[in-house]
């Protein structure tokens, strides 16, 4: 069918093509309606190369755009053990924006770069009662983020590999800052962070 499409566009745009250059003399106006629906084919054109069907994997089934049967564009994935992803796709993979909710209740909402998170997002985990405002890589906290736990203290400053790593300060429940300073992997001046690890894709 989607050979029939490009080809039916295709012998539409010849017969434009042809039926402009028979012509000795044409009229300007005629010449541009002419481009207009070149132009007007030419996008269905392109168009008719992407398509959007639910397809079934062996572990989900994707509903969305697929180009040459990849995802490719806007879908969603619903793993049949209850995750499920919605958003943008780029060679079979997750990439640009998205919601990605696990099965647990945890959401992402952000950037994905070739199937991790990656870039800017928020990270909700229900379980271990946290939401996490920043940067990832790497599908974990990498660069600057704001860290709240659900009990009221929160750390705003520098990760690396999801723990605290460079400059950065904690605050207790009331919002008073409580360590200010250097972290490293996790420490800070001897001391174990509080941060617990969080799951990844």
């Not at 950065?168 to 420490?187: M, T």
Request: charged letters at 30%.
């Amino acid at each position: 069918m989607k050979k029939m499409i490009v080809f039916t566009c295709l012998l539409s745009a010849s017969a434009i093509i042809l039926s402009g250059c028979g012509a000795k003399a044409t009229v300007g106006s005629t010449m541009d309606k002419q481009e207009k629906e070149l132009e007007i084919i030419q996008e269905e054109c392109e168009g008719a190369s992407n398509s959007v069907r639910s397809v079934d994997f062996s572990n989900g089934i994707y509903t969305g755009d697929l180009l040459v049967e990849k995802r490719h564009g806007f879908g969603v994935y619903e793993w049949y053990d209850g995750h499920r992803y919605e958003g943008y796709w780029e060679n079979d993979r997750r990439h640009g924006k998205g919601i990605f909710e696990w099965n647990n209740g945890d959401k992402y909402e952000g950037d994905f770069e070739n199937g991790e998170m990656s870039g800017y997002g928020v990270l909700y985990n229900k379980i271990m009662k946290f939401r996490y405002e920043g940067n990832f890589a790497n599908d974990d906290f990498n660069g600057y983020g704001e860290y709240y736990h659900d009990n009221g203290w929160c750390y705003k400053g520098f990760f690396k590999d999801g723990v605290p790593h460079g400059e950065g300060k904690r605050y207790n429940k009331k919002g008073k800052v409580v360590q200010k300073g250097i972290w490293e992997y996790g420490k800070y001046k001897s001391k174990t962070s509080m941060i617990p690890n969080h799951h990844k894709l």
